[in-house]
């Protein structure tokens, strides 16, 4: 079983920054594909970036160049870097873990098996 717990979300004006950092429990951490999702009020959950276990970087293509997502595999933590808010950008993020053996990142949310809380971001205009 791996918990996940989700920390800095927030108020930020367009143009601010913030990060994300996602927390993980158990000893597996570093074989498993992290992914960082959003939901916006009255939208679908909806991929934002996945890192591998190797450091293989997906993102969507609303945050390129934007976001960084990372991870520290000794602190079991991942990271996302959010620069140059929008606020379309306003939604709870959540942070998942792919358990399946090394596998790339897949964006789409039925092939995580641990999601965190989430958290609030919101970006004022």
């Known amino acids: 079983q791996v918990q996940l717990v989700e920390s800095g979300g927030g108020l930020v004006q367009a143009g601010g920054s913030l990060r994300l950092s996602c927390a993980a429990s158990?000893?597996?951490?570093?074989?498993?594909?992290m992914g960082w999702f959003r939901q916006a009020p009255g939208k679908e959950r909806a991929f934002v970036a996945g890192?591998?276990?190797?450091?293989?970087?997906n993102y969507a293509d609303s945050v390129r160049g934007r976001f960084t997502i990372s991870r520290d595999n000794a602190k079991n933590t991942v990271y996302l870097q959010m620069n140059s808010l929008k606020p379309e950008d306003t939604a709870v993020y959540s942070c998942?873990?792919?358990?399946?053996?090394?596998?790339?990142?897949?964006?789409?949310?039925?092939?995580?098996?641990?999601w965190g809380q989430g958290t609030q971001v919101t970006v004022s205009s």
């Open positions: 998942a873990a792919d358990r399946s053996f090394r596998r790339p990142v897949v964006p789409t949310s039925t092939a995580y098996d641990y």
């Open positions: 158990g000893r597996s951490f570093s074989n498993y594909a």
């Open positions: 890192i591998t276990w190797s450091g293989t970087i």
